[in-house]
């Protein structure tokens, strides 16, 4: 069973930045597609953004397009998202998210994962 541990959520002003970290167990990281999503208070849980196995390709929800980057280090096992220029709407708990064999980004529904992790909140004060 793959666990993933997602990192680095907190409090930040708006126009502030965070920086999230999602790291996997297990040998097969390499091989899944990764995600973020987000939920906040009384919404649907939402995609945010995709990367592929190998770091190649990427797929952002519009509102987040400029802003945030998602990136990957597989020899850590690890998924990144970076997040700038913040703001109130950003607030949500952060989840990421894995799909075994993931050849590109464009997987943007949640049934679509294998994998999910516990989440970490964010919240933009104004």
């Known amino acids: 069973q793959v666990q993933l541990i997602e990192s680095g959520g907190g409090l930040v002003q708006a126009g502030g930045s965070l920086r999230l970290s999602c790291t996997a167990s297990g040998r097969t990281f390499i091989s899944y597609a990764m995600g973020w999503f987000r939920q906040a208070p009384g919404k649907e849980r939402e995609f945010v953004s995709a990367?592929?196995?190998?770091?190649?390709?990427?797929n952002y929800i519009d509102s987040v397009k400029g802003r945030f980057t998602i990136s990957r280090d597989n020899a850590k096992n690890t998924v990144y998202l970076q997040m700038s220029s913040l703001k109130p709407e950003d607030t949500a708990v952060y989840y990421c998210?894995?799909?075994?064999?993931?050849?590109?980004?464009?997987?943007?529904?949640?049934?679509?994962?294998?994998?999910w992790g516990q989440g970490t909140q964010v919240t933009v004060s104004s």
């Open positions: 998210a894995g799909k075994r064999t993931g050849y590109s980004a464009t997987y943007s529904r949640m049934d679509e994962y294998d994998y």
């Open positions: 990367i592929n196995r190998f770091g190649t390709s990427r």
